[in-house]
């Protein structure tokens, strides 16, 4: 019953930490990212541990249903985030590369100022 109570605690934490909205600010967004990491390694490592069990008594069972119904939505947060992170990695990149072009121009390949000798 430990395991599975355990497992129930860290997915009920999880569920909580994933209703909260994702933060706007890059270090706060960090810091969130790192901490649902946590829960999940904690999941993947309990999970391994309860694969042990092969028996479960009815009390076990019912937090295996909630546990489910949770996992559920988490889910679709989880979808729902990865594109929101997705595209806001995709503008950071933008703007660093713009940042890095614009504090040095001459840095890559220019076409200006290229002259063709045709003497050929």
């Known amino acids: 019953m430990a395991v599975v109570k355990e497992l129930y605690d860290v997915t009920k934490a999880l569920y909580d930490h994933m209703a909260e909205p994702m933060p706007k600010h890059i270090e706060e ?23 042990e069990q092969t028996s479960f008594s009815e009390k076990e069972r019912e937090l295996g249903a909630e546990m489910f119904k949770m996992n559920e ?40 100022g290229v002259f063709f000798d045709k003497k050929n």
Request: proline share 2%; glycine share 4%.
């Open 29 to 51: 967004r960090g810091t969130y990212v790192e901490k649902l990491e946590q829960y999940l390694a904690q999941r993947a490592e309990l999970l391994e541990k309860m694969r």
């Open 73 to 112: 939505e988490i889910q679709r947060w989880m979808e729902a985030s990865r594109g929101e992170l997705r595209l806001v990695m995709q503008q950071l990149h933008k703007k660093k590369k713009s940042n890095r072009h614009y504090a040095r121009p001459y840095s890559g390949t220019t076409v200006d």
